[in-house]
């Protein structure tokens, strides 16, 4: 007979300090840390794992108790946080005697250990942090769209040049936050220690495509970074043209004053 886990994991935009978040948790559970996560056990087999980059994945949680734990946190995280979290859904089949299996929508395997229950809570944290990461790059890219687009139209950016140095300042800080956040999405260390873990490892980053999700994310972020330099380039052009034609109309007005004097 087959067992199924279920596993939801969700992403927020902040970065958890995970001293201050383990107050946020249910006080009778256990709590195994490291210094990049905090995996707790709720009671036997139902586990909350944490992750420093600002994820939460939980393994065989009921739903009611998963969503009173959840909205601890949106109440702690929300007001700061762009949108809601986002969330992705995921099965452990534990089928004695059978061969690891990734499929589309679980992964099949003989048995569930601590080390393998790790490595599925780690791969669904980063598949769903990228899936965070990828809205906010876009919804930067669409803004940096929108502004190249009036500089192609209007040969400037629409409102106030302390409007658009705001924006180009936001927009370099986000993609800072971002870069640091999705360089922690890296192979973890217990998959160097462990062959077995390795291997599942590497087959659900394969079934969630996190390499090839993640070099399209850093590819959006490479052009957001050439247009913003292209952009904050034009704008020191343009300053420099205004401010050589003051000059020129400054030398031209102070001729026609001392044209007038002179007659």
Known sequence: MSRIYPVEGYSYASRFNLREVEAWLPPDGSIR???????????????AYLFDFGAIVF??????ERERIVDTFNKKLLPHEPHPPLRESF????RPGSAVEVRFDRVVVPDVDSTTLDVIATVLAQSVAIDYYDEDVQAILDRVGAVAGEVGRQGRPLG?????VRFVGTAMASQVEIITAISLLDKPD????NEAADR???KL???????ERHKALEIKLSTIRETLGTLIEFSQTR???FLEGSIVVLIVFEILLSLWKLN
Do not use: Y
């Open 91 to 94: 099965l452990i089949e534990v």
């Open 160 to 164: 106030r040049t302390r409007d658009f």
């Open 33 to 47: 840390s490291t210094k990049t996560q905090l995996v707790v056990t709720l009671d036997g087999d139902r586990l």
């Open 239 to 241: 300053r420099m043209l």
């Open 59 to 64: 393994v065989n949680v009921p739903d009611a």
């Open 200 to 202: 599942l490892h590497d």
């Open 190 to 193: 217990l998959t160097w220690e």
């Open 205 to 211: 980053r394969s079934n969630l495509e996190i390499q």
